[in-house]
């Protein structure tokens, strides 16, 4: 597979912060400005949605609306910058061994899941859900929730310009870092979707780390 390193690799040893998020889970954590946060696909094709916010103001979020216009480009990969809904730089991709990365096909529901999956899917849980959860510990609501990154998410763009969402391309251990350009709020779904190929149809336990700034 292909690698996209735009920065020396970090032993995960020197990182300030090691989470280990669960298959299914919602997670979050605060990144200071200067700082890196580096998602870990442990055992590959894992879809991690995620979402962004200004940690002293919830109110400007990532915006991906904003960070495709920016960029030019259908998807995020090292050098992306992820843009907020005040046309503001929150994040850079510095890093990825993955290369795909989608922002457009937004995050399963429940109700989504009943209309493309149907009424028998209905109670499972999705990362609509996941968020709420945990927005809630901020103080947040389901207002709050905007269109999120997926990161590792296979979505390719259809000859017909729909939206396709087949078998994911990363592989155990793949990562994408990405340096906070202010104090960020991450917030994130590991996602559970289990009626689609995102997760390969088993979702899997990530990794969360936090690199401190470099010095000078």
Do not use: W
């Amino acid at each position: 597979m292909s690698k996209f390193f735009a920065t020396p690799v970090r032993d995960a040893s020197t990182a300030i912060a090691d989470y280990f998020v669960p298959a299914n889970a919602p997670f979050s954590c605060v990144v200071k400005k200067g700082e890196s946060v580096r998602i870990v696909d442990l055992e590959g094709q894992q879809a991690v949605d995620t979402l962004f916010y200004r940690a002293d103001d919830f109110s400007e979020r990532y915006s991906s609306q904003d960070t495709l216009r920016m960029q030019g480009s259908a998807y995020v990969s090292t050098g992306t910058k992820l843009i907020s809904s005040e046309g503001n730089l929150m994040l850079t991709v510095t890093a990825d061994t993955c290369g795909r990365h989608d922002t457009s096909a937004g995050a399963c529901s429940c109700e989504a899941n009943t209309v493309r999956f149907g009424h028998q899917v209905k109670y499972l849980h999705a990362c609509r859900e996941n968020f709420v959860i945990e927005v809630m510990k901020h103080g947040m609501s389901k207002r709050d929730v905007v269109p999120n990154i997926n990161f590792f998410m296979n979505v390719p763009v259809e000859p017909s310009g729909e939206l396709a969402i087949v078998d994911g391309i990363s592989g155990p251990g793949d990562y994408v870092e990405l340096k906070a350009e202010m104090d960020v709020l991450v917030v994130i779904s590991n996602c559970p979707q289990i009626n689609n190929p995102c997760n390969g149809f088993n979702p899997t336990p990530i990794q969360v780390l936090v690199f401190a700034g470099e010095e000078g």
